[in-house]
């Protein structure tokens, strides 16, 4: 059993930047493929970013060169660089992880595991 935590959250103002942080515990997280995703008040959660076990990304086009995914397999951690955050980027944002580390997708289906979520808030 995985288990994963977000943190790094919180208000900043357009144009800020944050970097989100999302921490496996359980085991390690050899062989899986994280994902992003946010949800806003009133609308459904969507993919934001996700990185596949072998490095390939894959960004929603709202967050495309403005944010970046990464991840330190050594400690366990997935990263979200969050530049030039716009209000509309305000969300809670979830990191998920798929086991098989070959459905790693912007489907929320492929993923066998999810954070509890760390709120993002950005003031105009």
């Known amino acids: 059993q995985v288990q994963l935590k977000e943190s790094g959250g919180g208000l900043v103002q357009a144009g800020d930047s944050l970097k989100l942080s999302c921490a496996a515990s359980?085991?390690?997280?050899?062989?899986?493929?994280m994902g992003w995703f946010r949800q806003a008040p009133g609308k459904e959660r969507e993919s934001v970013a996700t990185i596949r076990w072998g490095g390939t990304t894959y960004y929603s086009d709202s967050v495309k060169g403005r944010f970046t995914i990464s991840r330190d397999t050594a400690k366990n951690i997935v990263y979200l660089q969050m530049n030039s955050l716009k209000p509309e980027d305000t969300a809670v944002y979830y990191c998920a992880a798929d086991a098989t580390g070959w459905r790693t997708s912007s489907d929320e289906r492929s993923y066998d595991y999810w954070g509890q979520g760390t709120q993002v808030t950005v003031s105009s």
């Open positions: 359980g085991r390690t997280f050899s062989g899986y493929g």
